[in-house]
């Protein structure tokens, strides 16, 4: 979401470490353009306004100007803040008695019953109990929706089926949810094209009956403007503790992400970077700024890979390689990993530098559809050829391309480059058993 507005920063940022010194001016120039860059991202004028005033009046200060590294300076204080501009940090705020409350509020078509599984997943996968609920008694493909999430996810839901009322309906999960032990409950809650008195009032009754310890409202990152006022109008007759920003991953300018906390003043919890169930993120505001100045996020890119690679699998893996290398076997099983950690596109973000090295790379090296297309290729070899591609000779090509829907080049492409993959790790494992076939 925030490539166009990485990308504009990055230039002005290298213009101004090309400098020995900064002048005032030379600061002034540069903060224009972030300025514009900013209102092209569709970020509210007066958060933009704010916040170029504030790293002005610390930019233009002697000790920065007269600095051997001015222009890293400039860059800390812009990263500084951002993460002031984005809020706090995200963190859930459990009740003194259980179970604590999450009540997920919305327009319609925000993503409120998806949220609200991917919320419950997060909990679950964090060591808790959660109890879904689905009390949007208005569209019954809302209970559907959840109680299939549920069935997918395994996760509890609760739906109440053949009553009527919404506010009954979470009175009465709450108390079987204490009486069953759950940590959590997730209310997933009716919405409405357009905000309304009888929209709000519902929610309000439900609020009451249910005293929940958070208040999330749930917003479609995509929506820009119409976020930020959605989020006020809520905010004022709901009262929220906290914001869930869907479609992050979307191809919109970003701007709500860096305007609706400032605007609102309601911190955003979690953010939405995808389709897939886990695709629910605890929002940091460091390392949200972090990408958006093309420096990468490390600790979320461990995070991910720490959850998705098996600790005894990778050990296996490494002793393999150490005796007798790896085989394609082992490379599907480590492409199917990846795929766990999400699209291609959002890993590559996660890498420091990469903003800076995009745009000399060639389409094809961060096309997500060669990922697929190996995975294909090898998935149509038979497990002997997977631990010994020397025996693929050209008949054994032209099955493989067919039953992958490719060429036969493109299965040699794939053989020569886990050609280079192997000469690779031999080399940084100095194996000293077996050599593998060569080919």
């Not at 098996?310 to 050990?315: C, E, H, N, P, T």
Request: proline content about 5%.
């Amino acid at each position: 979401m925030f490539e166009v507005l990485t990308d504009k920063l990055t230039l002005v940022f290298r213009r101004l470490s090309g400098k020995g010194r900064l002048t005032e001016k030379e600061v002034d120039e540069a903060l224009r353009e972030v300025r514009l860059a900013l209102l092209e991202a569709d970020v509210h004028f007066r958060v933009v306004g704010d916040f170029i005033g504030r790293v002005r009046e610390r930019a233009v200060k002697a000790e920065v100007l007269e600095s051997l590294t001015p222009a890293q300076h400039v860059i800390k204080i812009v990263n500084d803040e951002l993460i002031a501009t984005l809020g706090p940090p995200g963190k859930l705020a459990p009740a003194e008695r259980r179970p604590s409350v999450a009540m997920l509020v919305g327009l319609q078509g925000s993503g409120k019953t998806t949220s609200a599984a991917k919320l419950a997943l997060h909990l679950q996968r964090t060591g808790q109990k959660p109890l879904l609920v689905a009390a949007d008694l208005r569209r019954p493909a809302a209970i559907e929706q959840l109680e299939t999430l549920g069935r997918q996810l395994n996760l509890p839901v609760y739906e109440g089926k053949g009553e009527g009322d919404a506010v009954l309906l979470c009175g009465r999960a709450k108390e079987m949810a204490s009486q069953a032990g759950y940590q959590w409950l997730i209310v997933d809650t009716g919405g409405r094209l357009h905000i309304d008195e009888e929209l709000m009032e519902e929610l309000m009754a439900m609020k009451k009956a249910l005293e929940p310890s958070e208040t999330l409202l749930v917003v479609d990152a995509m929506t820009g403007q119409d976020a930020l006022r959605s989020g006020q109008d809520f905010h004022s007759k709901v009262g929220l503790t906290g914001l869930i920003l869907t479609k992050l991953d979307g191809d919109a300018r970003g701007g709500a992400a860096l305007s609706i906390a400032s605007v609102t003043g309601v911190p955003i919890k979690f953010v939405g970077i995808g389709e897939r169930p886990e695709a629910l993120e605890p929002f940091y505001p460091d390392r949200i700024a972090s990408r958006i100045l093309g420096m990468g996020d490390v600790l979320t890119l461990v995070e991910k890979a720490q959850a998705t690679f098996d600790q005894s699998q990778a050990k296996v893996l490494e002793r393999k390689m150490r005796k007798e290398g790896l085989d394609l076997e082992d490379f599907l099983g480590q492409l199917q990993q990846m795929k766990k950690m999400g699209p291609l596109s959002q890993i590559l973000e996660m890498v420091p530098g990469f903003a800076s090295i995009k745009r000399r790379l060639t389409p094809e090296a961060t096309d997500e559809g060669q990922l697929k297309k190996a995975e294909a290729i090898i998935l149509s070899m038979t497990p002997r050829e997977r631990r010994n591609p020397a025996i693929i000779d050209g008949s054994r090509r032209r099955r493989i391309a067919r039953g992958s829907g490719s060429t036969p080049q493109d299965v040699s492409h794939l053989i020569n480059q886990f050609r280079e993959v192997q000469k690779l790790m031999r080399q940084m494992s100095g194996t000293k058993g077996r050599t593998p076939p060569r080919f």
